[in-house]
């Protein structure tokens, strides 16, 4: 759809209609998300986070007096709006790691959500999933306190996104259909990259693996109807680890990623394996110019590269391209997922154009390419801006693929 706010910045302009995706499952108010977006200064990453946080602080103070009144219905809602709120005046401040205002709205995110969390009837549980040598945090969504098995989702992020913000991407829209969700941060995701140190790893069979042993020690899950939902980045992370990890009985791909090696070699001239030299040489004075050159002059690629080398822990623009070269599912990887498999697309994303028609293309098990166009208004990047018809149609196909109950 064509920008409502910041026209000449497609990167301000998309992470304010992703607030206004979050609208229907409580991430935001609609006035909140106007008034707030139009005191930002196209551009200006210390704007961004000045109003969100001015925003964010503003509703977490309504959160707490509905709450110390006994209005567990007001609070609720205003600590999840909060949230999310804290998480978008965060979301430009990895150029600089060091930043300290980064954890401070991190951790003000983490904390109004799980006041919420707290407030659902059941309550929405946080859980550290042991993983290595260390935890991973998550939230366990119960369809209802009964008890009873039932078939669960276990989700998770992408490239720049939180467990708590999938709340309003997938997981609050799961459990109104019956399911149990288990959402969680890996390594690179907000939940370990802020105090843990945890950066990406391409292998994340070795991330979902203990995750799913966690999920198996709830009486509630059922494990035979356990499904896999990767957003964003998630979709390539996802089906990588279903490919090794069979209990996946369902896989869904918010949006299907074949090979993000694609983003960072299509723009080097050359041929790929030229392009991936060049990137992983020890030293390229050239593209490491022009890479900084595209940071200068492209508010994406600012984005791209500075939050690429936060979550990657690369040192250079050039690091990052490097890592992403990992971040694939070539050389028979997807022809070894069994499960079936729901593979999006968004007829306008601007990050993964052409990749979920070549993940579906090469996958062997039973599929079904789901595509979203501008004529549901839902074409944009993990269809922002279009929660409720997006999952309306994932959680369809989940339905009669795994089924609910």
């Known amino acids: 759809m064509e920008p409502l706010f910041f026209p000449d910045d497609p990167t301000f302009w998309y992470e304010t209609l992703r607030m ?27 704007s961004w986070h000045d109003e969100w946080l001015a925003t964010a602080e503003r509703v977490a103070g309504e959160a707490r007096t509905a709450l110390a009144g006994g209005h567990r219905i007001s609070a609720r809602d205003a600590f999840l709006r909060a949230s999310n709120y804290y998480r978008s005046a965060e979301f430009f401040l990895h150029g600089n790691p060091a930043d300290p205002r980064a954890n401070r709205a991190y951790d003000a995110q983490v904390a109004c959500f799980r006041q919420a969390a707290a407030l659902f009837t059941p309550a929405i549980e946080p859980v550290r999933i042991p993983y290595e040598d260390t935890t991973l945090p998550g939230y366990l969504y119960r369809a209802d306190d009964s008890g009873i098995p039932r ?10 996104g939180s ?3 999938m709340h309003f991407a997938g997981a609050a829209a799961a459990v109104e259909r019956g399911y149990n969700v288990l959402s969680f941060d890996g390594p690179g995701q907000p939940g370990t990259r802020h105090h843990q140190g945890l950066v990406f790893r391409p292998d994340w069979e070795n991330v979902v693996g203990p995750v799913l042993d966690h999920a198996l020690t709830y009486p509630e899950v059922d494990p035979a109807r356990i499904a896999l939902l990767g957003n964003s980045m998630g979709g390539v992370l996802a089906p990588r680890a279903a490919a090794f990890d069979h209990r996946v009985a369902a896989l869904i791909a918010v949006d299907g990623v074949y090979d993000l090696g694609t983003m960072v070699t ?13 990137l992983r ?27 690429g080398m936060y979550v990657m822990g690369a040192d250079t623009p050039r690091a990052f391209g490097a890592a992403f070269l990992d971040y694939n599912l070539r050389d028979g990887i997807a022809e070894k997922i069994t499960c079936p498999t729901l593979v999006c697309a968004a007829a306008d994303d601007g990050f993964f154009k052409g990749q979920p028609e070549l993940l579906h293309e090469h996958l062997t098990c039973p599929k079904t390419l789901l595509e979203f166009t501008a004529a549901d208004a839902a074409d944009a990047h993990c269809h922002a801006g279009a929660q409720r018809l997006a999952y309306a149609r994932i959680y369809d196909w989940l339905d009669d693929t795994m089924g609910r109950g």
Not at 22 to 31: E, L, M, N, R, T
Not at 289 to 304: E, I, K, S, Y
């Open 266 to 278: 299509s723009g080097i001239p050359g041929d790929r394996a030229e392009a991936e030299r060049r």
């Open 20 to 46: 206004f995706g979050h609208i229907p499952y409580g991430g935001g108010d609609f006035a909140e998300v106007a008034t707030t977006a139009r005191r930002i200064t196209a551009g200006d990453y210390d």
């Open 151 to 160: 078939p669960t989702v276990v989700m998770f992020n992408g490239f720049d």
């Open 163 to 165: 467990a708590e913000e």
């Open 281 to 307: 040489a020890a030293h390229d004075p050239e593209l490491d110019a022009a890479l900084q050159a595209a940071m200068a002059t492209n508010p994406v690629q600012r984005w791209a590269m500075e939050n």
